[in-house]
């Protein structure tokens, strides 16, 4: 006698299988249902918590099918015990190098114009440096660029690299920038009036950065068209908590940071 499987659903009314993906720590993924997209921070028996960037927690019931992975539907499953882990990266998307010491200090050295520039660079580059032996400096301003970089005396074990706010034809901090001429020191920038500029708006849930009018300062315009509170101090600490990766950050500054990185580790 023929034999007939138990289930009669018609095979093209029956769900594709969908891959199984460990559940591992920093792993994205999106729920379908509220939208929620953030990082595995943690998975438990049923259950998954995800961090947005934000640093908002969600928790999600394990489902089958419940989750989309760069767009793909996937099913969430806890990771092995004891099964090997997965390579992490560090902020600026390098592969990370657990339990690395910081390299004794180069002779080189990285200025860029101002703290909040520091900040941001530390924030996302700071495992590399560290791990490079790269030390960041601040300038406050680059009118004196020529004679810093003639003091600095840069040299083949010894380069110094500079990132400038606001690097375009015919501003005056590219004519600066053209009077220094070592071959032993690069100076490179990025297009945008502040550093702030260089956070990328949808991180911080804002459409564009305001456009403000010549004259006025920058930064508090800023606070005032976006409705924040004039205390640039406080407004700069807020977009820095929202970095959280280079993935927050325009594609004009991290391509900058990375050749100056290149060019002072050589």
């Known amino acids: 006698m023929r034999q007939y499987s ?4 018609p ?3 029956k769900p594709k299988p969908v891959p199984e993906v460990p ?3 920093g792993l994205v993924v999106e729920e379908p249902g509220t939208g929620f997209c953030g990082a595995v921070i943690r998975c438990e ?3 998954v918590t995800l961090e ?3 640093g908002k927690h969600r928790v999600f019931p394990l489902e089958p099918r419940g989750f989309l992975l760069e767009g793909r539907v996937v099913t969430l499953v806890r990771p092995a015990a004891g099964g090997p882990p997965r390579p992490t990266r560090t902020a600026s998307g390098s592969v990370a190098v657990p339990g690395a010491r910081a390299r004794v200090a180069r002779a080189g050295r990285i200025y860029v114009e101002g703290r909040h520039d520091a900040e941001l660079v530390e924030k996302v580059w700071g495992d590399d440096l560290r791990i490079e032996g790269v030390v960041v400096e601040y300038l406050e301003g680059v009118d004196d660029l020529p004679s810093i970089v003639a003091d600095f005396s840069p040299g083949p074990d010894a380069r110094l690299g500079v990132l400038v706010d606001h690097l375009v034809p015919g501003s005056k901090e590219s004519r600066i920038a053209a009077s ?3 071959e032993h020191a690069l100076v490179v920038g990025h297009p945008y009036i502040d550093i702030w500029e260089a956070v990328k708006p949808s991180s911080l849930g804002i459409e564009a950065w305001p456009r403000i009018p010549h004259g006025q300062d920058w ?4 606070c005032r068209a976006l409705g924040w509170p004039e205390n640039t101090g406080a407004a700069w600490q807020a977009i820095l908590s929202r970095v959280r990766s280079y993935k927050d950050l325009e594609p004009a500054l991290l391509g900058r940071v990375e050749e100056l990185i ?3 580790t050589v």
């Open 6 to 9: 138990p289930d009669l659903t």
């Open 11 to 13: 095979p093209w009314k």
């Open 23 to 25: 559940a591992e720590p």
């Open 45 to 47: 028996a049923g259950t």
């Open 52 to 54: 947005d960037r934000f």
């Open 180 to 182: 220094v001429t070592s």
């Open 219 to 222: 930064k508090t315009g800023v």
């Open 262 to 264: 290149d060019f002072v």
